[in-house]
C-alpha cells in the first residue's frame, strides 16, 4: 500500500479509537447533571448515590479520552504537512477557541465535581456538573466547526501559491456559522447524548437482571430512557436536515449514500442492498423515489447522480460508503424501535418484568458507539477525493517527506498501545460496575489506577 491509503488508514484508526470516548463523556455528563438535579430536587439519599458512581466512571472515560486524542494534533504535523499548513489558520482559530471556551472550563470545574461532595455546597457541586457537562459539549462544538469548514468551507480567501497556498479567515463568524456546521453539530450532539444514556441503560440493565441494587437502578434506568427517547427522537430531525445540507452542498456525497447514478431520474431510497459500481446498479429492497420524497417532497423531481461528476471529482468505495450510511441508518431506527417499546412497557406497568428484555438492554451500548462511527465513516469517506471540499484532494495533502514503510511501522504501534489502553479501559471499567454501589466518597480515576498498579 501507498503512503496515502497508509496515513489514511491510520488517521481513521486513531481517530475511531478516540471518539469512543468523547460522545460518552458529552452524554454522560447530561446524565450526571439530571441525576444531581434529582438529588436537589428530591434530597433522596439514593440519587446522590447513583451520582457519585456515575462520576467514577466519567471520570475514568474523560482520563482515556484525553490521552488517545493527542495522537491526532502529531499526525497532522507528520502525515499531513501540506493539510495542517493549508487548513493551519482555519484550525488553529477553532482549536484555539475550544483551549479557552471548553477545555478550561471543564478541567476548571473538574477538580469540584471529583473531590467537592464534602468540601462545597450541594448547589455549588450541581453548578460544577454543569459546567463540566457544557465544557465537554462546547469541545464538540470547537472540533466539528473545524471539521464541518472542511465539509463546505467558507469566511476564507486563498493566499500563497502552488505548494505554498493556504487558507486564511476573512471573517471568523462565518467560518464558524458554515453551511453545514449547526446542521452536523446537532447531529453529532445528539449521537453523544445516546451514548451515554445507553451506557447508563446497559450498567443498570445488567444489574436488573443479576438481581442487584434493584431500587437504585430501576430509577437510573428510567431516567436514562427518557434521555435516550427523546434523543432518538430528536436524532430523526436532525439526520434528515443533515441529509438535507447534504444535497444543497455535496451532492456527490448525497449520491454515494443511496448509490444513484442517473441525475435524469428520481433517487430511491433503499432500506439495504448492494451496489455494482462496475454496472452503475444498486441491488435491494428499496422505496421508489423515497430520497426525492424526502428533499423535495413529491416522487418526481430528479436528483443529481454521481454521472454528473467527473470520475476524479466523486469517491470510489460507492459500495463502501452506501453499506455504512444504510448500517447507521438501521442502527438509528434500531435504537428507536426499542426505546419506545420500553417507553410503552413502563406505560403498562410492565418495563422490569421482562429478563430478555433488560439482556438487550445490557448490551444496546454498542448500538450508538456503532451508529456513531458509521456516520463518520459515512460523512469522511463521502467527501472524497477531497480533504477540503472542492479545493485540496486528499492524495496532495500528504506529507512529501514520509515513506510508506515509516507509516506502516507507526500504524503497528499506535495499534498495540491502544489495543492495551483499550484493556486497560475495559478492564476498569467492568471492575467498578461488577463493585456496584456504596455509600464511600467516589474514588478518583488517578487513585484507581494507582491501586490497580499496586495490585
Avoid: C
Wanted: net charge positive; hydrophobic share 50%; aromatic share 14%.
Amino acid at each position: 500500500m501507498d503512503v496515502e491509503i497508509l496515513s489514511r488508514i491510520q488517521f481513521a484508526f486513531t481517530v475511531s479509537f478516540h471518539y469512543i470516548y468523547p460522545p460518552l463523556s458529552i452524554g454522560l455528563g447530561v446524565m450526571l447533571v439530571v441525576m444531581e438535579g434529582m438529588y436537589l430536587k428530591t434530597g433522596k439519599k439514593i440519587y446522590e448515590t447513583m451520582t457519585k458512581f456515575w462520576i467514577k466512571i466519567f471520570a475514568l472515560i474523560f482520563g482515556i479520552g484525553v490521552a488517545t486524542g493527542i495522537v491526532m494534533e502529531f499526525e497532522f504535523g507528520t502525515n499531513w504537512a501540506t493539510y495542517s499548513r493549508y487548513v493551519g489558520d482555519i484550525f488553529g482559530s477553532a482549536l484555539a477557541a475550544e483551549g479557552i471556551f471548553a477545555f478550561a472550563l471543564e478541567s476548571g470545574f473538574l477538580g469540584l465535581l471529583l473531590f467537592g461532595w464534602n468540601r462545597v455546597s450541594p448547589k455549588v457541586h450541581f453548578f460544577s456538573t454543569i459546567m463540566v457537562a457544557l465544557g465537554s459539549m462546547f469541545s464538540a462544538i470547537w472540533i466539528v466547526v473545524a471539521n464541518s469548514w472542511q465539509q463546505t468551507p467558507a469566511g476564507f480567501h486563498l493566499v500563497g501559491h502552488g505548494m505554498k497556498v493556504r487558507a486564511e479567515v476573512t471573517d471568523f463568524w462565518a467560518m464558524v456559522f458554515n453551511p453545514s456546521s449547526m446542521d452536523r453539530l446537532s447531529h453529532v450532539l445528539v449521537g453523544a447524548f445516546l451514548a451515554g444514556s445507553f451506557l447508563v441503560l446497559s450498567v443498570h440493565a445488567y444489574y436488573l437482571l443479576k438481581n442487584r441494587h434493584e431500587e437504585i437502578s430501576k430509577k437510573a434506568f428510567k431516567l436514562a430512557l427518557i434521555v435516550a427517547t427523546i434523543s432518538g427522537l430528536l436524532q430523526l430531525v436532525t439526520g434528515h436536515n443533515s441529509a438535507d445540507g447534504v444535497s444543497k452542498n455535496q451532492p456527490a456525497k448525497l449520491a454515494a449514500f443511496e448509490g444513484h447514478y442517473d441525475s435524469l431520474k428520481v433517487a430511491d431510497m433503499y432500506l439495504f442492498g448492494v451496489v455494482n459500481q462496475d454496472k452503475k446498479t444498486v441491488s435491494g429492497l428499496k422505496i421508489p423515489g423515497g430520497l426525492t420524497f424526502l428533499l423535495y417532497q413529491n416522487f418526481t423531481t430528479p436528483v443529481k447522480g454521481l454521472n454528473a461528476f467527473a470520475v476524479n471529482d466523486r469517491p470510489k468505495q460507492i459500495n463502501a460508503i452506501f453499506q455504512v450510511y444504510h448500517l447507521m441508518i438501521a442502527i438509528g431506527v434500531t435504537i428507536i424501535g426499542l426505546t419506545l417499546f420500553a417507553v410503552f412497557l413502563w406505560w403498562r406497568g410492565k418495563l422490569f418484568q421482562y429478563k430478555w428484555l433488560m439482556a438487550i438492554f445490557s448490551y444496546s451500548v454498542l448500538l450508538p458507539q456503532l451508529g456513531n462511527q458509521m456516520g463518520w465513516f459515512s460523512a469522511e469517506m463521502g467527501r472524497q477525493p477531497w480533504v477540503v471540499y472542492g479545493l485540496l484532494r486528499t492524495s496532495d495533502a500528504l506529507s512529501k517527506a514520509v515513506r510508506a514503510d515509516q507509516v506502516l511501522f507507526s500504524l503497528i504501534l499506535f495499534t498495540t498501545v491502544y489495543v492495551l489502553l483499550f484493556a486497560l479501559f475495559i478492564y476498569l471499567l467492568n471492575k467498578k460496575i461488577k463493585y456496584g454501589f456504596s455509600e464511600a466518597e467516589p474514588v478518583p480515576i488517578i487513585e484507581t489506577i494507582h491501586d490497580q498498579t499496586l495490585n
